[in-house]
């Protein structure tokens, strides 16, 4: 597998632990081999320095040049649409999945089982019809079968 996910200036990154965690930013310098300065305009994260091994890589990256200003990476970030780009991503979909499942009560846990086993009984009734309708089919091609090597 090739290797498509570099640290460049302008590569979007999830910060994955950490005060921050959860957010969207976007590279605006590398400071060393550890760290890069990184600003999340339009998430709420200041510019600061931050470790790359709190960073993950995302597939996004907008064009913008090295220690830009802030107000050229929100207008690179909005022009990319970034964040749409994100929420419709399966990442974040995982991600907004995980949070939810983790917010869940006791009743909302009891409702989802609930409708777990009603799905798993439907499927089960389709698939005991499927496996009659084959049966049957099956005893039809003996029986004619047989008529066949009689006659």
Known sequence: MVFKRYVEIGRVAYIGFGPNAGNLVAIVDVIDQNRALVEG???GVKRQAMPFKCLELTDYVIKIPHSCRQKFVRRAWEKAQVSQ??????????????RRRANMSDFDRF???RAKVMRNKIIKH???KLQKQENQAKQQKRQA???AKKA
Do not use: G
């Not at 780009?85 to 995980?98: N, P």
């Open 41 to 43: 305009p339009c998430t």
């Open 85 to 98: 780009k994100w929420a419709e991503s399966s990442w974040a979909k995982k991600i907004e999945a995980r």
């Open 111 to 113: 409702k989802v089982m």
């Open 126 to 128: 389709e698939v005991k």
């Open 145 to 147: 079968k047989a008529a």
